[in-house]
C-alpha cells in the first residue's frame, strides 16, 4: 500500500486545518493509504522532502487540529511551474512511496493540481493529484463558496458590529472605515452588510469614483451625523490601480502587497473638510485566522471536505480533481451542504468577482439577495476547547 | 422615594453594560430607588438632561445588555469641571428627582464622582455621588485590576496568538508588530505574554532605546527566523515623547491621539535593514469593546459591581465612594473575587502603571509573577446568545 501527501498552500485561514483533519481521520477510518504525510511549508518544503507522518494522530489530537487557525503545516509563497520543481515533487513522491497527493489551497494551487495531473499524464506517471479548496477571498470558480471565507466573514462582522457600536457611543463628528482583505474580489467587504451597521461599501467591483463617494459621506454626516465605511483593500480606479497603491514593491508571485485603502479614504474624507477626524481600523490578518469567531458550518464543510476528497480517491481514476461545495436545499427548505467534485483545470486560476447585480448603486452596500446568500454560511458556533483562557491550538509540525 | 442616575463615560469596554445590567437589576430585587434612569452620552447629555427610563428592562433585556460591548448610553469626551457645569448637573438630579448618581467610568469619572461629593457636602445637598470603574487600560489606583481590562486583554492574547501561528506559517524573513491599546500604562500590552507568542515587548514604563530595541530584533532574527513584537500604544522615549508622535492634535481633553507606535517601529527596523518588510497589525478598537472573547470572569465581576454599587448604597451615608475589587484566595487556594469600597477622592487622576519589578530587561517581556497575576483574569468563556451568526445585543439606548 502506497502513502498519500498533503500539503497547504497559500494564506491562512480558520479552518484550513479541519480539511487536513478530514483528510487524516478519513484514512485511520478507511486506511487507503499506509502512511498520510504531511508537506511542512507548502510546496516549498515538501520539494525539500520535509514530511511530517500524521498518518496517527490522536482523535483528541484531531479534535485540536480541526480547531486551530493558520496552517499547522506551514505555508509558502512560492512560485511552482517549472519543469524541474515537476520533476523534483515526483521524485520526492518516488521516494516517500507517495502515489497520491491532496493540495489544500487557493486559486494558484488548483492550477498546481492542474499542471501536475497533465504533466503526469503526459509521462504516464502512476500519481494523482487532488485539490482541496480554501480561501478567504472565495474567488474560486465554480463552487458555490470556499472553505475559510464563511468564517473571515463571521469574524469581520463580529468586530464591524462591536466596532459599529464603540463608534455609535461617541456623538463627536468623525467617519469610521473598516478595511478587509479580499484581494480583487469583494466578498469578505461585502459580508459585513449581514450586520446592517454598514453605511457605505467600497468594493474591487466597481470603479471608484472619488466626487461620488465623497458625496454620500457628506449625505450620510448630514442626515444621520454618523457614517461606518467598509472597504475592501483590492478597492481600484477605473484604470485599474489600487487606492493602497503607494510605490510599494509586489511580492515574489507579483501580487501586489495589499493594505492601506481605508487610509487613502481617510485622507479623501479629511482633505475634503468634511470631518476633523476620521477612524481607521484595518483587519488584516485578524480576519482571516482567528479561530474565537469561527463559523460552525464553515468548519463542519472544510473537515468534511478533507473526508470527502479521501473517499473519492479510492476510485484509482480519480485525478486532477477538485472537491467543492454546492448549495442544496434541506428537506425544511433551508440551507444544505452538497459536496461534488470538478476538474481542477475548469477553475485554474480564474478570479470569481463579487456578482455586480447584487451591488447597489452609489456605495450603498448589498442587495437581499447577497446578504440571502452570506447569511446561512456564518451559522453556528462550534465549542472551542480551551485551555487558560484561550483555545487550544496544535503546535505547527512545521515548528517542531 | 427618589430616583437614580445611571451614566457611562470614557472609553467603552466590552463590560461596561455588564455594570449598568446590574445597577438595573439590583434595583428589580431591591427597588431602594423608584426608577434608574439612565444618562445619555456621559455626562454631556446627562446635563442636557437626556435621560432614559431603564427601570423596568426585562430579564431577557438584561441578559442581552450585559453581552452588549460598548456604551449603551453612549458616552462623550467632554472636560467636566467647571462651577456652572456642576450646578446644572445638580439641577437636572433635581428636575428629575433623583437622589443618586452611579458613574461607570475610568480615571476621570471618579475625579468627578470626589469632586461632586465635596461640592455637595460644602452646600449641604443631599445629593450621592458613586463611582464604579471600568477601563481596559487597568491603570485605576487602589484595586487588583480594572472591569474591562480582563475581556480586553482575552481579546488581545487571542489575536495575538492567532496572528502568530499566522506569521509562523512562513518562511519568508519579516517581523511582525502588534499594537495593543493602554495609554500611558503597559497593562494591556504586557498581558499578552500570556500566550507564549511575544519575544520583545515595548511598554510605556520603561523609556524606549532604539538602539537597544534594533540590537534584540538583530538577534531574535539570527536565532529564530522570527520575531515578534508587541508594543503599547503609549511607548515613549526618555523625554516623554510617543514613538508614534507625528505632529497629531491633542483631543478635547488634552490627551494625545495615540496609535502609530507600531507603525514607527516598522520604520526603525527595515531602515536598519533587519528585514525587508514588517507586518504591522494595531488592534485599536477591536480590543476594548469586542464580545466575542470576553472573560467571564470580568464580566461577572462588572456586573457585580453594578449590584455591589447599588446595595451598598442602601446605607445614606454612602457616598463619594468607588466599589472595587480586591484579590483574594478561594477555599481551594485559587483565584477568588472580594468586593470592597474606598474614597472616590484616594485614588482621582492617579495613573497606576505596570509594576517596573514585573518588567524583564531588554524588552523581553515579563516575569512569572506578572504571568500569575494575568493568568485567573481572563479565564472563562460566556454562553452568548447569538441570533444569524453574531452575538445578540442592545440596540443603544441613545440611537433610539
Chains 1, 2 share one sequence.
Not at 494522530?57 to 519543469?83: H, M, N, W
Request: with cysteine.
Amino acid at each position: 500500500m502506497a502513502n498519500c501527501l498533503v500539503a497547504q498552500s497559500g494564506g491562512p485561514t480558520a479552518v484550513i486545518n479541519a480539511s487536513l483533519a478530514g483528510v487524516i481521520r478519513a484514512n485511520q477510518l478507511n486506511p487507503l493509504y499506509d502512511r498520510v504525510l504531511g508537506g511542512l511549508h507548502g510546496i516549498e518544503g515538501t520539494l525539500a522532502g520535509n514530511l511530517f507522518d500524521l498518518t496517527d494522530l490522536s482523535g483528541r489530537e484531531i479534535e485540536v487540529l480541526k480547531q486551530t487557525p493558520s496552517c499547522a503545516l506551514g505555508t509558502c509563497r512560492y512560485k511552482f511551474s517549472d519543469e524541474a520543481d515537476f520533476q523534483r515533487l515526483i521524485d520526492v513522491m518516488d521516494e516517500n512511496d507517495i502515489s497520491t497527493m491532496f493540495y489544500i489551497g487557493g486559486n494558484g494551487s488548483m492550477s498546481t493540481v492542474a499542471a501536475m495531473t497533465a504533466w503526469a499524464a503526459e509521462r504516464n506517471l502512476d500519481k494523482r493529484f487532488i485539490g482541496i479548496p480554501k480561501t478567504v477571498d472565495n474567488d474560486l470558480g465554480l463552487m458555490d463558496h470556499c472553505p475559510g471565507f464563511a468564517s473571515a466573514a463571521k469574524v469581520a462582522c463580529e468586530i464591524t458590529h462591536a466596532t459599529r457600536m464603540d463608534y455609535d457611543a461617541y456623538t463627536r463628528p468623525e467617519v469610521f472605515v473598516l478595511e478587509t482583505m479580499g484581494r480583487d474580489a469583494g466578498w469578505l467587504a461585502a459580508s459585513t452588510c449581514l450586520t446592517g451597521d454598514v453605511d457605505l461599501l467600497v468594493l474591487p467591483e466597481v470603479d471608484f469614483r472619488r466626487s461620488i463617494f465623497l458625496e454620500q459621506v457628506r449625505a450620510k454626516m448630514e442626515q444621520q451625523g454618523s457614517c461606518y465605511v467598509v472597504v475592501s483593500e483590492g478597492a481600484r480606479w477605473y484604470d485599474g490601480t489600487y487606492l493602497s497603491a503607494n510605490g510599494k514593491a509586489a511580492d515574489g508571485l507579483g501580487h501586489a502587497m495589499l493594505g492601506g485603502a481605508a487610509g487613502r479614504l481617510k485622507s479623501m474624507i479629511v482633505e475634503a473638510g468634511i470631518v476633523p477626524r476620521c477612524v481607521v481600523q484595518d483587519l488584516s490578518r485578524v480576519a482571516r485566522s482567528s479561530n474565537f469567531a469561527m463559523s460552525l458550518v464553515d468548519l463542519e464543510e472544510s473537515y468534511d471536505l478533507g473526508v470527502s476528497a479521501h473517499m473519492r480517491s479510492a476510485k484509482p481514476e480519480f485525478t486532477g480533481q477538485v472537491v467543492g461545495i454546492r448549495r442544496g436545499q434541506g428537506s425544511d427548505g433551508g440551507y444544505n451542504t452538497e459536496f461534488f467534485a470538478c476538474p481542477a483545470a475548469d477553475l485554474a486560476n480564474f478570479v470569481r468577482p463579487f456578482p455586480s447585480e447584487w451591488i447597489l448603486p452609489n456605495y450603498q452596500g448589498v442587495s437581499d439577495k447577497a446578504l440571502d446568500y452570506f447569511r446561512p454560511l456564518i451559522q453556528g458556533e462550534p465549542k472551542l476547547i480551551c485551555e487558560n483562557g484561550i483555545p487550544l491550538t496544535m503546535h505547527p509540525f512545521n515548528r517542531r
